[in-house]
């Protein structure tokens, strides 16, 4: 999937994701989100638990982008997605610019150990869970960051999306553990 050519089938997929994100900011306030973001966040954590350093460098023999990452790639892209928007939330509170990394942003790091990852994605995650209930609660619909797929979204916005974000790479680790050749 490519952001600079998407399809009309794509195109109508992120009206539908921007739809669902507009509405679920609207539906709850931060308090009431929090578990949400936060359980979603725990079941990736512990997705990573107990997997050996051959599991977690394993890449699938097919695909490309994302598809062709390793656990502890993904790993690795959800820290440095969690760093983004926590410092995208530090800019609102500050009044500064913020930007958004693209989609499907990830810098590995080859000698990165999932174990090691996962501490920081831990304590990045706690910060990310406190911005939540600072950040959020007061929206400032003129203070947005562009997201590649889903416009233009607010403090509260970037929230509901930061579950899905992790929805997503829930099912890819799960599926990653279930596909041929996955080590035992």
Not at 43 to 69: D, I, Y
Not at 99 to 116: C, Q, V
């Amino acid at each position: 999937m490519s952001d600079a050519n998407p399809t009309p089938e794509e195109l109508e997929e992120w009206a539908r994701v921007r739809g669902y994100i507009l509405a679920q900011a609207e539906k709850y306030e931060p308090h009431e989100y929090w578990p949400r973001l936060v359980e979603q966040r725990a079941k990736l954590l512990q997705l990573f638990e107990g997997v050996t350093p051959e599991q977690a460098s394993w890449r699938p023999a097919s695909g490309e982008g994302e598809g062709a990452w390793s656990i502890v790639e993904v790993a690795q892209h959800v820290l440095q997605w969690t760093e983004n928007i926590i410092d995208v939330n530090d800019a609102f509170l500050e009044g500064r610019e913020a930007h958004k990394l693209p989609s499907g942003y990830i810098d590995p790091d080859p000698a990165a150990r999932l174990d090691d990852v996962r501490v920081a994605l831990v304590e990045a995650s706690q910060r990310l869970a406190d911005t939540l209930l600072h950040v959020a609660p007061q929206p400032d619909p003129a203070r947005t960051v562009e997201h590649s797929r889903f416009g233009e979204l607010n403090a509260r916005q970037w929230f509901v999306l930061g579950r899905i974000h992790d929805m997503d790479h829930v099912r890819q680790v799960e599926g990653l553990k279930q596909a041929e050749g996955f080590p035992a």
